[in-house]
């Protein structure tokens, strides 16, 4: 199972808006509503940010939100603030119990 | 509230095994899977393999077949996942995550355990 492929790093301004792909196969993305994204600051462990493609958890901000098309799915961060700074990672599941990660995109705010 | 803690850091010779567990509470243990992640330094995130606590079924990623063994002990509520025939690229930080009730994500993760392997 090869990695989901994102890009490695993003950026924005205060208040702008980016935007992470996550780049699967019909296999994981394109083949299940189960793709995932989640936050990690460093020395931290990975926070979940959106699950089944666009859901949010309770207590994450409504500017972030999640998309899928075909077997890309995207991360979008609204109205960027000094605290999105971090890497994120988006995962999928690809079937008989199997999942992926994707590469890590690290998004800095300018 | 949902806790996942996980035993020290390790430090282990080239071609040892090591065993790290996962302690979890706050939900009932054999309702959800544990899953096991690792990250090398300064590397993404890799999945292992999921547990299901009720009946102690695996998968185990194609990678680390033959590698890896993830049990559970549901009296004490805790997850192991040990590793054997380490080399320097084992070296990371190993998470046990628990998903959410969609239960296709991991929305509750343990601390991370640090295993170093170095001569």
């Known amino acids: 199972q090869s990695a989901l492929t994102q890009p490695p790093s993003a950026s924005g301004s205060p208040g702008q808006s980016v935007t992470i792909s996550c780049t699967g196969t019909?296999?994981?993305?394109?083949?299940?509503?189960?793709v995932s994204w989640y936050q990690q600051h460093p020395g931290k462990a990975p926070k979940l940010m959106i699950y089944e493609v666009s859901k949010r958890p309770s207590g994450v901000p409504d500017r972030f939100s999640g998309s899928k098309s075909g077997n890309t799915a995207s991360l979008t961060v609204s109205g960027l603030q000094a605290e999105d700074e971090a890497d994120y990672y988006c995962?999928?599941?690809?079937?008989?119990?199997?999942?992926?990660f994707g590469t890590g995109t690290k998004v800095t705010v300018l | 509230q949902v806790q996942l803690v996980q035993s020290g850091a390790e430090v282990k010779k080239p071609g040892a095994s090591v065993k790290v567990s996962c302690k979890a509470s706050g939900y009932t243990f054999t309702s959800y899977y544990i899953h096991w992640v690792r990250q090398a330094p300064g590397q993404g995130l890799e999945w292992m393999g999921v547990?299901?606590?009720?009946?102690?079924?695996?998968t185990y990623a194609q990678k680390f077949q033959g590698r890896v063994t993830v049990t559970r002990d549901t009296s004490t509520s805790t997850v192991y996942m040990d590793l054997s025939s380490l080399r320097s690229e084992d070296t990371a930080v190993y998470y046990c995550?628990?998903?959410?009730?969609?239960?296709?994500?991991?929305?509750?993760w343990g601390q991370g355990t640090l295993v170093t392997v170095s001569s």
């Open positions: 547990i299901n606590p009720s009946g102690g079924s695996t």
């Open positions: 019909s296999s994981d993305v394109g083949g299940y509503n189960y």
């Open positions: 995962s999928s599941y690809a079937g008989n119990y199997n999942y992926v």
């Open positions: 995550a628990r998903p959410s009730i969609s239960a296709r994500d991991f929305e509750y």
